[in-house]
């Protein structure tokens, strides 16, 4: 069953009178109603168009946190092959809100990491909503490391809403750990590149973001702080949470005009929760132009990298 947000209530309405036709004509209790129901999708797929096509930021922040938005699983699943897991940090164990490991892309090894919010109520719970504790950070560490070791280059999928909060991860030192998987995005000897495939929520997000190369899916958000939080500590009302969206210009378009990224990704009409399967493909596109760009600058700026 289609979820519809609130914005879309217009496109929602179309949409449930073209499945009764289809049930009435199932129901061979009316003559055609083929050339109706043409109409009905034609206006539509119009009128999805022009909405997608003007969205507000607030309405962005809704469909970058569409339950139903492709997953860091299902771009693995789509895009890469032989995908190898790693688990765990050495240090204390392992989270499973950021996942990783090897894979190969595009016919070349590639260490990935991503984060994982989960699609079902155990998924998510399991994935913690895709918000990272302390040891996701460095088992991201970890992997880049090893990456760097071997000459691999490193693709990143950034969705979540940021670290966890939680006093446990506070206590393991988040801070800490951010810092240090910040710092080694920007060390990497290896080419790079990170995705926004749907929330870029704060430091939790720029933890595995920071790369040669950064690209933002079109309707994906990338900010410093949720609206949510910022109109609590701006104005202490979340319900200001929408002003706090414009003001704070965290969508790709904004992001894209202030140089914070490099490309924005196009995402199919109605965005990638309705089209999953082509927003995939358009991202692997856009990945391997982006790796070739990358491997091209460092092999012309050093002789010896690799590549």
């Known amino acids: 069953m289609r979820t519809y947000l609130d914005f879309e209530k217009p496109v929602a309405e179309l949409e449930a009178k073209i499945e009764e036709l289809r049930a009435v004509a199932a129901s061979g209790e009316a003559v055609s109603i083929a050339e ?12 999805l168009s022009e909405l997608y096509e003007n969205l507000t930021p607030w309405q962005k922040t809704q469909v970058a946190r569409h339950p139903l938005r492709p997953h860091f699983s299902d771009y693995i699943a789509k895009l890469f092959e032989e995908f190898t897991p790693l688990a765990g940090d050495r240090k204390f164990g392992d989270d499973h809100a950021i996942l990783g490991g090897f ?20 998924s998510r719970i399991h994935h913690n909503f895709g918000m990272a504790r302390p040891e996701g950070y460095r088992k991201a560490v970890r992997l880049m490391e090893l990456a760097d070791r071997f000459e691999v280059p490193v693709v990143t999928l950034v969705d979540t809403a940021g670290a966890y909060p939680g006093i446990d991860a506070e206590e393991r030192g988040q801070a800490e750990a951010i810092a240090r998987s910040t710092d080694a995005g920007l060390a990497l000897g290896v080419p790079n590149v990170s995705v926004i495939i749907g929330e870029g929520g704060s430091g939790g997000a720029i933890a595995i973001a920071t790369a040669n190369r950064v690209m933002m899916l079109e309707h994906s ?17 979340t319900t200001k949470a929408q002003e706090a969206a414009t003001n ?3 969508t790709a378009q904004d992001l894209l005009k202030f140089g914070v990224v490099d490309e924005i990704v196009p995402e199919p009409a109605g965005g990638a929760h309705r089209h999953p399967d082509a927003t995939i493909s358009a991202t ?20 010896a990298a690799p590549g």
Request: glycine residues 8%.
């Open 248 to 250: 704070m210009k965290i």
């Open 36 to 47: 109706d129901v043409a109409r009905l999708e034609a206006k539509s797929e119009l009128a």
């Open 103 to 122: 894979a190969r892309f595009a016919g070349q090894s590639v260490c990935v990491i991503g984060h994982e919010k989960g699609s079902t109520t155990e």
């Open 221 to 237: 958000i990338y900010s410093v702080i949720s609206p949510e939080g910022a109109a609590s500590i701006l104005w202490r009302d």
């Open 284 to 303: 692997g596109k856009a990945i391997q132009a982006a790796l070739k760009g990358v491997q091209w600058s460092f092999t012309r700026s050093n002789p």
